[in-house]
């Protein structure tokens, strides 16, 4: 009797479990039923919007490194036209031209040979619901945007791995023209500036290939919350393990017992072997190999950190013989910089206490220079402490240029246009003070100063700029504004 009552219990508990993995299910299913749709719609946007920008600036440099080998053509030619006509020959035009061919061409397939790892587990992702379709809601509608997603994040990885074969042919076609110009002496100046050209362009193209990869590997938001609901459901933990590109490398063979393996020692022998050594070394010995192992593991990533400044990410070993503008492998709206800024002006026989409120965008020359326009709105708050009013005072157009001098200072000039009506129905009095000429709404500002970005721990305010700064043409508006001028402001 006991016995079957232990038996019915045991029954009811598996039933029960069974009954709560599949609400379980349930609701991670309808959780990623609710994210198919924008999920999809992004993946394909990102990978479009890159592959078109891969495509456009392969294209670009492409053209311009045979410009410039056809420029060093004509220029070699008078020194010595035989060995030109073997280094440039149709050949090298045909490889040109071929490549470009190649990336214009969207149903060009190369396999990828580069891992990354956010690219794999969203090609997983894509793939797992490809193949279990059950799990996607719409039916064929969300099947095809799958489809189309897993097709767009492949191409894009196939028209990334065409990139290397580009940076691999002009590696290849910059030491062949380096070796030919080490065999003459006394080159004209302009030869060697040529040879320099094709180097620079070939370090920003393959410092524009590394930007885009660092933004694929980049995963949204919503890509991970997606991931992180499809790896609680076992079938997706068991499909990574089989189909990812990181599982492919490091799995074993099915035969690894056979024969051909013998000799091959296993996981476990090897960590038999390291915990008998350890044991033989005393009682110390775990927290020795412990240290080592931390002194091995930041030397590694010392040396990791070194690699990737070289190059792109350490896969392009040549170091450039110029400092490079890092700002250039950045797209346009990368190189923008916002920011506002505050300025507080006293009161005079004329205006009240002011504040200007001022907005900025600018856009980034190199790493040390940004030029940038902006406005500026003028509020009035009074006369003094006793006679408080809020008033609208006047508006201003900005345009700056800031350059840096050492570390965080920077020296600052602008030329500014500034609105402020001097009497409330618009009328402008006669000058005042005795000064020179008309009294008149629009103002010139020109300055000069220097600016100091105070790194704060908050986020938000990180870039923090305090500005000093000199009206230089103060002396003339008429009546005289205030000729030194200080701003704080916050760089987004």
Not at 265 to 280: D, E, G, L, P
């Amino acid at each position: 009797m006991l016995r079957d009552r232990l038996v019915l219990l045991m029954v009811l508990f598996l039933a029960f479990c069974q009954a709560a993995q599949s609400q379980e299910g349930n609701r991670i299913l309808s959780k990623v039923a609710d994210l198919q749709l924008q999920f999809f719609n992004k993946v394909s946007q990102r990978a479009t919007k890159l592959n078109d920008q891969v495509t456009r600036q392969s294209e670009k440099y492409l053209r311009k490194f045979a410009k410039q080998e056809a420029r060093l053509q004509r220029k070699l030619q008078q020194v010595d036209s035989t060995a030109v006509n073997q280094l440039f020959n149709e050949t090298s035009n045909q490889q040109y031209q071929a490549l470009l061919d190649k990336m214009k061409d969207t149903a060009a397939g190369i396999e990828a040979v580069e891992y990354l790892p956010n690219v794999d587990s969203l090609k997983s992702c894509l793939s797992f619901l490809q193949q279990n379709s059950q799990l996607l809601a719409n039916g064929k509608e969300v099947t095809d945007k799958v489809n189309n997603s897993l097709r767009q994040v492949q191409q894009l990885q196939s028209k990334l791995q065409q990139t290397e074969q580009i940076k691999e042919y002009v590696r290849q076609r910059k030491q062949l023209i380096k070796e030919t110009l080490e065999s003459y002496t006394g080159l004209p100046k302009s030869i060697t500036k040529s040879y320099q050209e094709i180097g620079k362009e070939f370090y920003y193209y393959s410092q524009q290939v590394q930007e885009y990869k660092e933004i694929l590997n980049d995963p949204e938001r919503m890509q991970r919350k997606l991931i992180g609901l499809l790896r609680e459901l076992p079938a997706f933990k068991d499909f990574m393990a089989s189909h990812s590109a990181l599982a492919n490398l490091f799995s074993l063979p099915g035969n690894y017992s056979s024969p051909d393996m013998t000799g091959l020692q296993t996981r476990f022998q090897v960590q038999q072997v390291v915990q008998n050594q350890i044991a033989a070394g005393g009682p110390n010995a775990a927290q020795m190999v412990q240290q080592n192992i931390q002194a091995a593991q930041a030397k590694l990533n010392e040396l990791k950190d070194k690699l990737n400044k070289l190059g792109a990410g350490g896969e392009d070993m040549d170091m450039p013989d110029f400092k490079p503008n890092n700002q250039k492998r950045k797209s346009f709206l990368r190189r923008l910089e916002y920011g506002t800024n505050l300025q507080t002006a006293k009161a005079n026989g004329f205006f009240p206490t002011t504040t200007d409120v001022g907005l900025s965008v600018g856009y980034k020359l190199n790493d040390k220079s940004t030029v940038g326009v902006g406005a500026s709105y003028k509020v009035g708050w009074g006369k003094n402490i006793n006679n408080i009013a809020i008033t609208s005072e006047g508006v201003g157009l900005r345009s700056y240029l800031d350059m840096r001098i050492k570390k965080s200072f920077y020296a600052s000039g602008g030329f500014e246009y500034n609105y402020q009506p001097l009497n409330v129905n618009g009328s402008l009095p006669p000058p005042s003070g005795g000064g020179r000429g008309e009294a008149a709404p629009w103002k010139q500002s020109g300055l000069l100063g220097i600016s100091k970005i105070i790194s704060l721990r908050s986020k938000m305010f990180k870039k923090t700029k305090a500005q000093l700064l000199w009206d230089f043409l103060s002396y003339q508006q008429v009546p005289r504004t205030q000729a030194i001028k200080f701003r704080i402001g916050y760089a987004f």
